[in-house]
């Protein structure tokens, strides 16, 4: 074969090469990074919608990596749990970026402890990691009703309920400390007694205590969640759109679909609910428990006193109404 036709072939070869990449470059489909929003009460129907998203997101190859945008105040612990493991499966697949939009507490942020990374803003609310339940009663037994045991019809003793209420606390505690104290950005600074504290911190706080890893918003997940997959060449989607997949539609707000979740729940159910929110199964027909709570349901800025008002003034408008007060005049009846 003469020298010039080896040298042909050689560049013919080249040429292929070159028009082969290029046309798979541009045919090819790009990878993308699925963005998907959780602006909602955790409860089973959450849940299931959630699995459904995960399971498409890791099935997909051209997925490459996914951001969770986080906001909500937390909802049932069994189904916080639930989401926390399975999105713990997706981790294991593709990167997963956690953004937290103005609130992750309790619950939520048990979800947001699954990611690789957590990005929250500045003003967000952050953490109240605990659980909370209804008061426990003791077993009573029914006047209509055959039991094989003494626990058979309330399920166990007060202190039985209040050990479980603790043992889930301790696991979701436990689950904080292990995840955030492996960080490879931020890692946890305080230990599990002040975790344990449950208190609510803004995100800068968090930041500060390792609780979150960065300060950003959606974008800035999004970016991270391109480098942590390796990907510059990329496309974004909204995940319910590019699975074709929804979560059910809310006919109520975030409010009422608590009231109604909190309405069909046992009285033993395990909260990792915003400890602002109060549980209808706390509340008592007491003066005292009824006073708190409307103190508790009252915005902040609403016990601030007027600068026309006296003290006493102040303090008649916290105290309960006693019914003595002379309706005409507002004096006390004598």
């Given at each position: 074969?003469?020298?010039?036709?080896?040298?042909?072939?050689?560049?013919?070869?080249?040429?292929?090469?070159?028009?082969?990449?290029?046309?798979?470059?541009?045919?090819?489909?790009?990878?993308?990074?699925?963005?998907?929003?959780?602006?909602?009460?955790?409860?089973?129907?959450?849940?299931?919608?959630?699995?459904?998203?995960?399971?498409?997101?890791?099935?997909?190859?051209?997925?490459?990596?996914?951001?969770?945008?986080?906001?909500?105040?937390?909802?049932?612990?069994?189904?916080?749990?639930?989401?926390?493991?399975?999105?713990?499966?997706?981790?294991?697949?593709?990167?997963?970026?956690?953004?937290?939009?103005?609130?992750?507490?309790?619950?939520?942020?048990?979800?947001?402890?699954?990611?690789?990374?957590?990005?929250?803003?500045?003003?967000?609310?952050?953490?109240?990691?605990?659980?909370?339940?209804?008061?426990?009663?003791?077993?009573?037994?029914?006047?209509?009703?055959?039991?094989?045991?003494?626990?058979?019809?309330?399920?166990?003793?007060?202190?039985?309920?209040?050990?479980?209420?603790?043992?889930?606390k301790q696991a979701f505690v436990g689950n904080v400390v292990h995840q955030r104290s492996q960080a490879a950005e931020n890692?946890?600074?305080?230990?599990?007694?002040?975790?344990?504290?449950?208190?609510?911190?803004?995100?800068?706080?968090?930041?500060?205590?390792?609780?979150?890893?960065?300060?950003?918003?959606?974008?800035?997940?999004?970016?991270?969640?391109?480098?942590?997959?390796?990907?510059?060449?990329?496309?974004?989607?909204?995940?319910?759109?590019?699975?074709?997949?929804?979560?059910?539609?809310?006919?109520?707000?975030?409010?009422?679909?608590?009231?109604?979740?909190?309405?069909?729940?046992?009285?033993?159910?395990v909260w990792m609910l915003d400890s602002r929110i109060a549980l209808p199964t706390t509340i008592d027909d007491t003066a005292?428990?009824?006073?708190?709570?409307?103190?508790?349901?009252?915005?902040?800025?609403?016990?601030?006193?007027?600068?026309?008002?006296?003290?006493?003034?102040?303090?008649?408008?916290?105290?309960?109404?006693?019914?003595?007060?002379?309706?005409?005049?507002?004096?006390?009846?004598?």
């Open positions: 074969m003469p020298k010039w036709e080896g040298i042909a072939s050689a560049i013919l070869v080249v040429l292929c090469l070159i028009v082969g990449l290029s046309l798979g470059r541009a045919w090819a489909p790009k990878p993308v990074i699925g963005v998907l929003r959780f602006e909602s009460v955790i409860d089973q129907t959450s849940a299931a919608d959630m699995q459904r998203l995960i399971d498409g997101a890791m099935a997909d190859s051209s997925i490459a990596g996914v951001v969770l945008e986080i906001y909500s105040p937390g909802g049932l612990a069994t189904s916080s749990e639930s989401i926390y493991y399975s999105l713990l499966k997706l981790r294991s697949v593709k990167p997963l970026v956690v953004v937290i939009d103005s609130m992750a507490a309790s619950g939520g942020y048990y979800m947001a402890i699954a990611g690789n990374r957590i990005f929250a803003q500045a003003s967000s609310y952050v953490g109240n990691i605990g659980t909370r339940g209804g008061r426990p009663t003791d077993p009573q037994l029914s006047p209509d009703e055959l039991s094989s045991g003494p626990y058979k019809l309330m399920g166990g003793s007060r202190f039985e309920q209040i050990h479980q209420l603790d043992l889930v890692p946890l600074k305080i230990d599990a007694k002040t975790v344990a504290e449950a208190r609510i911190y803004l995100g800068s706080e968090a930041l500060a205590l390792g609780l979150v890893d960065y300060e950003g918003g959606r974008s800035d997940g999004i970016t991270e969640a391109a480098k942590l997959a390796g990907v510059t060449d990329y496309g974004v989607a909204e995940l319910t759109n590019y699975l074709g997949i929804s979560f059910t539609p809310a006919l109520e707000g975030t409010e009422a679909k608590l009231k109604s979740l909190m309405a069909q729940a046992a009285p033993d159910t005292l428990d009824q006073q708190l709570s409307r103190l508790r349901a009252n915005r902040p800025t609403s016990l601030i006193p007027h600068p026309a008002t006296t003290l006493q003034d102040n303090l008649k408008a916290l105290m309960p109404a006693t019914g003595t007060e002379n309706h005409a005049t507002g004096d006390p009846i004598r």
